[in-house]
T-cell receptor
């Protein structure tokens, strides 16, 4: 099993450009998540999908949209990138989205917005 | 408000010595507590978690953590540090009384183990 995979690994954008970050998991998990990681701030939840066909806002959703394409895939879209969105983005998944479950993380996408 | 605090940005320890990485939390109900480790340019890897039961939880790579309800702490420990333990460690909590999908992460503690 590959676990959670993310593409691309690194991306440079100019302000105002758009892009989609891809995430896929092969663990048959129902719940998937997008986080951003900024220095000194830990990880902050952007959006999550409790199950296929549902998405909900997390802590910092502004400037982002998501699509739960199917059970395996959960994409994050930046419609008009801003320098404040320079960050490392992590996708994660868990089996049922229950409170006691472990989340499994992908390797991350480093995004630089100029 | 729910929160997690890791009071030390960095912990330095010599190889072979015991290590402690501190974490305190603030939640409304009984917490679900997690520790993750992040190696450079990698995603977070699960180490251990406390849900209920024995206050001492054992996890991967020889790590353990002690849940202390009166002190609202969940410190990560290892009896004998290895150079390969050098990484960024995150404490996270879930409050079962609130949105079950939300993790509250600490800001992270960088562990440096010197030979």
């Amino acid at each position: 099993n590959a676990g959670v995979t993310q593409t691309p690994k690194f991306q440079v954008l100019k302000t105002g450009q758009s892009m989609t970050l891809q995430c896929a998991q092969d663990m048959n998990h129902n719940s998937m998540y997008w986080y951003r990681q900024d220095p000194g701030m830990g990880l902050r939840l952007i959006y999550y999908s409790a199950s296929e066909g549902t998405t909900d806002k997390g802590e910092v959703p502004n400037g982002y949209n998501v699509s739960r394409l199917n059970k395996r895939e959960f994409s994050l879209r930046l419609e008009s990138a801003a320098p404040s969105q320079t960050s490392v983005y992590f996708c994660a998944s868990s089996e049922q989205g229950q409170r006691q479950e472990t989340q499994y993380f992908g390797p991350g996408t480093r995004l630089l917005v100029l | 408000a729910q929160s997690v605090a890791q009071p030390e940005d960095q912990v330095n320890v010599a190889e072979g010595n015991p290590l402690t990485v501190k974490c305190t939390y603030s939640v409304s109900g009984n917490p679900y507590l997690f520790w993750y480790v992040q190696y450079p340019n990698r995603g977070l890897q699960f180490l251990l978690k406390y849900i209920t039961g024995d206050n001492l939880v054992k996890g991967s790579y020889g790590f353990e953590a002690e849940f202390n309800k009166s002190q609202t702490s969940f410190h990560l420990k290892k009896p004998s540090a290895l150079v390969s333990d050098s990484a960024l460690y995150f404490c996270a909590v879930r409050d079962p009384l609130y949105n079950f999908n939300k993790f509250y992460f600490g800001s992270g503690t960088k562990l440096n183990v010197k030979p």
